[in-house]
């Protein structure tokens, strides 16, 4: 029969790796909570309704207001926005360009960290079964050392091994449904910023043809 270990002996049964495993599944954890916050704040912003607003503030040649609006929400859309409707003000810049890179730079925001949660994702499972491949190593080695071996001894370190690859798992799993989640999320956050773009410098023409 197996004795129950705790959380430390668990880990020096797992050696390196499982330390290893262990520190990014902290830095994992750490980062999924943040986006997900960060994304929910972004998101409290109502498309058609944002976009609506900002649109009638402009063709009514209230753009103070407009920028007052958009200073209201976390949204990427009221970066967008604003500049467009700084582009609008000054004249000196193409409105759709000047939308088009705030887009870019805002992308970038969104998609900061996601990469490391990806990475996590994809090595967390070799890393177990790196550990898995010593923790075997180790066990056979332990067996020839002593001249004494048995199932009973192999199982035992096989067991035991194994450990890393399951943890491996238990990272990996979270942080690859949350790499897709922030994926599909982002994407969804470009369509709005292109839409809010579109609806901008349609504004912007209606001021232009008056």
């Excluded at 954890?29 to 503030?57: D, N, P």
């Excluded at 500049?83 to 000196?92: C, D, E, F, S, Y």
């Excluded at 056979?140 to 370190?157: K, N, Q, R, Y």
């Amino acid at each position: 029969m197996f004795e129950a270990k705790s959380f430390v002996e668990i880990l020096q049964l797992g050696g390196i790796t499982l330390y290893i495993l262990v520190i990014i599944s902290i830095i994992s954890v750490a980062i999924i909570l943040f986006k997900i916050l960060e994304f929910w704040a972004k998101s409290r912003t109502g498309r058609k309704k944002f976009v609506s607003r900002t649109a009638a503030l402009i063709k009514q040649g209230r753009i103070n207001e407009a920028v007052d609006f958009c200073n209201k929400s976390m949204s990427p859309m009221a970066s967008v926005a604003k500049a467009g409707i700084a582009a609008i003000t000054t004249r000196n810049t193409n409105i759709t360009d000047a939308m088009d890179r705030e887009i870019m730079i805002e992308t970038v925001k969104l998609e900061k960290f996601t990469s490391i949660i990806g990475t996590i994702g994809s090595i967390s499972v070799y890393i177990g079964l790196l550990g898995t491949v010593l923790g075997i190593i180790r066990a056979f080695h332990d067996i020839s050392a002593t001249g004494s071996g048995g199932i009973s001894v192999v199982i035992g370190g096989v067991s035991e091994a194994l450990v890393a690859t399951a943890t491996g798992l238990f990272v990996a799993i979270p942080a690859v449904v949350a790499y897709n989640f922030f994926v599909k999320t982002i994407d969804k956050f470009v369509v709005n910023m292109e839409y809010c773009a579109s609806a901008v410098e349609d504004a912007a023409s209606s001021i232009v043809k008056k």
